[in-house]
């Protein structure tokens, strides 16, 4: 929650958080969601909000780090013993089974967020992911659902019972926006919008290169004009000449 910051809200991401909270929510839809897209696009800062979302409503919400079989599994052992699981039954071994007949059996509405899941496959634990039987499977009781984010967008990876949410670029319609996130890292005072938008389009509408940039500029003109190198960018303009000229900034 502390990588959530309401002073800089997410911006363009309002009609696909409303989709996948409705689908999150219907009676009946596939209870398995995943955000799938290019490193840095915002598919943690979406289920942040969704998650968000879902602690204000009172229910329940575990995070898991996917990003090593460590981190996986340590986080699902400890979901496991926060839904109702002893330590005996996960030592007698068959872990991921004890998991899901513990969540199948919580009485709170639920959600698990399983973030980074770059490498599907660490996903498979004793069984296929794709077939419902690894550490991660369709929820069988509605009042709980999973939420994953990945890189992996292909359908085949996931299985029938998952529904795949494109998380793209803020390019075309989304350029306002993008310029937005950059005034919102770099204040008002690094040039005008249009500026912005020009340097938005530059770094491909990707959240990640607009938080970096933003975050540098307004690091920069922290410094006092006297202590700075001549050529450091201080504004939207100068850090997109700098880019085409090609300097590591």
């Given at each position: 929650?502390?990588?959530?910051?309401?002073r800089?809200?997410?911006?363009?991401?309002?009609?696909?958080?409303?989709r996948?909270k409705?689908?999150?929510?219907?009676?009946g839809?596939?209870?398995?969601?995943v955000?799938?897209?290019?490193?840095?696009?915002?598919?943690?800062?979406?289920?942040?909000?969704?998650?968000?979302?879902r602690?204000?409503r009172?229910?329940?919400?575990?995070?898991v780090d996917?990003?090593?079989?460590?981190?996986?599994e340590?986080?699902?052992?400890?979901?496991?013993?926060?839904?109702?699981?002893?330590?005996?039954?996960?030592r007698?071994?068959?872990?991921?089974d004890?998991?899901?007949s513990?969540?199948?059996?919580?009485?709170?509405?639920?959600?698990?967020?399983?973030?980074?899941?770059?490498d599907?496959a660490?996903?498979?634990?004793p069984?296929?992911?794709?077939?419902g039987?690894?550490?991660?499977?369709?929820?069988?009781?509605?009042r709980?659902?999973?939420?994953?984010?990945t890189?992996?967008?292909t359908?085949?990876?996931?299985?029938?019972?998952?529904?795949?949410?494109?998380?793209?670029?803020?390019?075309g319609?989304?350029?306002?926006?993008?310029?937005?996130?950059?005034?919102?890292?770099?204040g008002d005072a690094?040039g005008?919008?249009?500026?912005?938008?020009?340097l938005a389009?530059?770094?491909?509408?990707?959240?990640?290169?607009l938080?970096?940039a933003?975050?540098?500029?307004?690091?920069?003109?922290n410094?006092?004009?006297?202590y700075?190198?001549?050529d450091?960018?201080?504004?939207?303009?100068?850090?997109?000449?700098?880019?085409?000229?090609g300097?590591s900034t």
């Amino acid at each position: 929650m502390g990588l959530r910051d309401p002073r800089r809200p997410l911006r363009g991401r309002e009609a696909l958080i409303e989709r996948v909270k409705s689908e999150l929510s219907v009676p009946g839809s596939p209870p398995m969601q995943v955000l799938c897209g290019l490193g840095g696009s915002g598919k943690t800062a979406i289920a942040l909000e969704l998650a968000t979302e879902r602690l204000g409503r009172g229910q329940q919400v575990w995070w898991v780090d996917a990003r090593q079989s460590t981190t996986l599994e340590a986080g699902l052992r400890a979901v496991a013993r926060q839904a109702g699981a002893s330590e005996d039954e996960l030592r007698s071994g068959g872990t991921a089974d004890v998991l899901w007949s513990c969540l199948a059996r919580y009485e709170r509405p639920w959600l698990l967020v399983v973030d980074n899941a770059d490498d599907p496959a660490l996903l498979d634990g004793p069984g296929r992911l794709s077939e419902g039987t690894g550490w991660i499977r369709p929820p069988a009781a509605c009042r709980g659902s999973v939420l994953i984010t990945t890189r992996d967008s292909t359908p085949q990876t996931w299985g029938g019972g998952c529904v795949l949410h494109p998380v793209r670029t803020l390019t075309g319609e989304g350029v306002r926006d993008a310029a937005q996130i950059l005034r919102d890292h770099a204040g008002d005072a690094t040039g005008s919008f249009d500026d912005a938008r020009h340097l938005a389009r530059r770094l491909g509408g990707l959240p990640l290169a607009l938080r970096l940039a933003g975050t540098y500029l307004a690091d920069a003109n922290n410094v006092p004009a006297p202590y700075r190198e001549p050529d450091v960018p201080v504004d939207f303009r100068s850090y997109q000449d700098a880019l085409d000229r090609g300097l590591s900034t």
